[in-house]
């Protein structure tokens, strides 16, 4: 089945640092989604990337297919970033499915 | 724009006993909807897969006699927790798409099984 594994488990910054997330799948997707989990546990949906670069505001992701990774950057990283961080990679055949990543746990101290 | 309504946020059930989670989709149609469990310390797992048109796909170690889904329109899925153990225990996520694009997830509910 699909693996998805995500680097590093956990992250602590200081405030203002850039952090890098990578995510690594083992099959070939049609898409990939990063979210960021509340500590609520609701998810916020960042990114919905197909291929290449899209970036909003101090966040870009990347994904290139055909190395199977995709990567998250964060730049200037506040303490409001703090949180779990899961990229989705969306397999297709019948159905569409999203996969989870293992996760990637931040904390930007003051 | 689209947003997706769980129900309820949060609920306590006696184990052994069936409790049922409901999932909305506003403003879009929701042609397939996934049901997913993020038990404590783990990421989340894909529990089925219900696409419109087609029968309910249920992953590994998850099954149809466990977790009955369904999905009787394009705007609403409900999913049942049978006979809740405490390894039942977590937070159910509903995520609905239309076709192949971005899958939008509700605030999910969480169960507690005593």
């Known amino acids: 089945g699909q693996q998805v594994q995500q680097s590093p488990a956990s992250l602590v910054l200081q405030e203002g640092e850039n952090a890098e997330l990578q995510c690594n799948f083992s099959?070939?997707?049609?898409?990939m989604q990063w979210f960021y989990q509340r500590p609520g546990g609701s998810l916020v949906s960042l990114f919905y990337?197909?291929?290449g670069t899209k970036q909003s505001g101090r966040l870009t992701s990347t994904t290139v297919i055909k190395e199977r990774r995709s990567s998250l950057h964060i730049s200037s990283s506040q303490t409001t970033d703090s949180g779990t961080y899961l990229c989705?990679?969306?397999?297709?055949?019948?159905?569409?499915?999203?996969?989870f990543g293992t996760g990637t746990l931040l904390s930007v101290k003051p | 724009g689209a947003l997706v309504y769980q129900y309820p946020r949060r609920t306590i059930c006696k184990s052994g006993t069936s409790m049922r989670m409901e999932c909305q989709a506003v403003?879009?149609?929701?042609?397939?909807v996934a049901w997913y469990r993020q038990s404590p310390q783990k990421t989340f797992e894909l529990i089925a897969l219900s696409t419109v048109n087609s029968a309910i796909k249920y992953e590994q170690n998850f099954t149809q006699e466990k977790f009955p889904i369904s999905h009787p329109n394009l705007s609403f899925s409900s999913m049942t927790v049978l006979n809740a153990y405490l390894e039942d225990r977590g937070l159910y996520l509903c995520g609905a798409r239309t076709g192949g694009r971005e899958q939008y997830f509700g605030p999910g509910t969480r169960l507690t099984v005593l």
């Open positions: 990337n197909p291929s």
């Open positions: 989705a990679p969306l397999y297709g055949g019948s159905g569409n499915k999203l996969i």
């Open positions: 099959t070939s997707l049609n898409s």
């Open positions: 403003g879009f149609q929701a042609t397939s």
